[in-house]
């Protein structure tokens, strides 16, 4: 009897050994396992959110340039029509080229579907000498408000040569849907 002491503790303390790994070391196990796999998915997140940051924080260096840029882009691309306007910056290229005809004909502005704006479709004829038209082209192509042309064509102007007749067809734009 006195050698089945030591077995039968040894076999009480195999047994509480066995019921604390089940009902306290297992349990806490698995906490642990959930804990790692939601430390692992912050980890991710943190990535996710640092390049997220990193993204905004260029964002906030090139702000200053993207204002710049759209507010040179509202000046170009007026919020109304303004056909008077238009006219009186096109007769004033045309002025100030010395150009000895200047005519333009500008057509409905109508919307351009996706985009909030409307473009308004202008033929405008010009004659006078080669520099003079030159100059004009340049004082287009500069203006204060964007313009694109779809078609030059160039002939001989009333008088014979060198007197230049110069057609285009533009386009201009507003932010105004409504214009047309």
Do not use: W
Not at 18 to 32: D, G, I, Q, S
Not at 36 to 65: D, N, T, W
């Amino acid at each position: 009897m006195t050698n089945r002491g030591p077995i039968i503790a040894a076999v009480v303390f195999l047994l509480l050994a066995v019921l604390a790994f089940f009902f306290v070391l297992r349990p806490k196990m698995k906490e642990v396992d959930v804990a790692e796999q939601e430390l692992e998915q912050a980890q991710g997140e943190e990535q996710i959110l640092r390049a997220e940051l990193s993204r905004l924080q260029q964002v906030e260096r090139e702000a200053p340039r993207i204002r710049r840029e759209l507010a040179r882009l509202r000046k170009e691309i007026p919020p109304v029509a303004d056909l008077p306007g238009l006219i009186n910056i096109l007769q004033s290229a045309a002025d100030r080229s010395g150009v000895e005809f200047f005519s333009i004909s500008p057509g409905d502005p109508t919307a351009l579907g996706a985009v909030p704006a409307a473009e308004i479709p202008a033929q405008i004829q010009v004659a006078g000498s080669f520099f003079q038209i030159d100059e004009f082209l340049f004082r287009v192509e500069h203006l204060r408000r964007a313009a694109e042309v779809l078609s030059v064509s160039v002939g001989e102007g009333e008088g014979g040569f060198p007197s230049l007749t110069l057609n285009l067809e533009a386009r201009f734009y507003t932010t105004d849907v409504d214009a047309g």
